[in-house]
């Protein structure tokens, strides 16, 4: 699927597909969706988030888009730009 609205895109992301600009300049590069998730205290490394859910027994995770970037690292949290927003170069990618 190519020539995607962010709307339609996200929706795919949604779905569990992986999304992509064809005018991003790192190839390679795309987002996906980490799914919301109930960890339970015992489960955590985290530190702060081990303070967080202290005697609670779990803590939830919302969901969030994760970026691999160009770099070969993953960032999680990534936000799209308005001109991301407004782009129908978006697709779905394997």
Sequence with gaps: MENLTFSQALEACKDGKKIARAGWNGK??????????NITEDRIEDPIVKQIAAGKGSVTFDSTLRMYTATGSIQTGWLASQADMFAKDWMVVA
């Design 28 to 37: 390679g590069m795309f987002v996906w969706e980490l799914p919301a998730e």
